[in-house]
């Protein structure tokens, strides 16, 4: 894994001409996101939010895009930042593709190389297991058969 994809990355996007950064994905963010998307057991909240940004629900991606936005002081409350955007086609315009970077971002991807890694190193976990298996098996039948074989010969 790349240094480069350790380091989370800001998105960012326009409006009414001035650029405006979200904040990268933190555990603080996490937190909230479970605390206000969660619903009673049934799924967590980053399913939930996710279902609710299927479905383009504008205030729940506007909820989040606040919560990321680096510099409020332009909107001091959730409304005036909703307000800006003078509609709801033009805040998922313009929102959806800057938070799917800021979630897509702070799971960075394998590479090819990693990948192949991993599931060789799983192979050798299988193959060991099946050697300690293929042992013990091993072991106990001849347990089993001297056990039998002492019954046998009594």
Same mark, same amino acid.
Do not use: C
């Given at each position: 894994?790349?240094?480069?994809?350790?380091?989370?990355?800001?998105?960012?996007? @326009?409006?009414?001409?001035?650029?405006?950064?979200?904040?990268?994905?933190?555990?603080?963010?996490?937190? +909230?996101?479970?605390?206000?998307?969660?619903?009673?057991?049934?799924?967590?909240?980053?399913?939930?939010?996710?279902?609710?940004?299927?479905?383009?629900?504008? &205030?729940?991606?506007?909820?989040?895009?606040?919560?990321? *936005?680096?510099?409020? &002081?332009?909107?001091? $409350? *959730?409304?005036?930042?909703?307000?800006?955007?003078?509609?709801?086609?033009?805040? *998922?315009?313009?929102? *959806?593709?800057?938070?799917?970077?800021?979630?897509? @971002?702070? $799971?960075? @991807?394998?590479?090819?190389?990693?990948?192949?890694?991993?599931?060789?190193? +799983?192979?050798?976990? &299988?193959?060991?297991?099946?050697?300690?298996?293929?042992?013990?098996?091993?072991?106990?039948?001849?347990?089993?058969?001297?056990?039998? +074989?002492?019954?046998?010969?009594?």
């Amino acid at each position: 894994m790349a240094l480069e994809n350790l380091i989370p990355r800001r998105a960012s996007f @326009e409006l009414s001409g001035k650029a405006y950064e979200l904040k990268p994905l933190t555990l603080s963010v996490q937190i +909230w996101i479970l605390n206000n998307f969660s619903d009673e057991g049934k799924n967590n909240g980053f399913q939930n939010l996710e279902d609710r940004m299927m479905n383009l629900d504008v &205030k729940a991606i506007a909820e989040v895009a606040y919560k990321l *936005l680096d510099d409020k &002081k332009d909107f001091p $409350t *959730l409304e005036s930042f909703i307000d800006a955007f003078k509609g709801e086609n033009t805040l *998922l315009r313009i929102l *959806l593709p800057a938070i799917n970077k800021t979630f897509v @971002e702070a $799971t960075p @991807e394998e590479s090819e190389e990693e990948l192949e890694l991993k599931k060789s190193e +799983w192979l050798s976990v &299988k193959k060991a297991l099946r050697i300690l298996i293929g042992s013990v098996f091993l072991t106990l039948s001849a347990i089993g058969i001297s056990t039998l +074989w002492k019954h046998f010969l009594s």
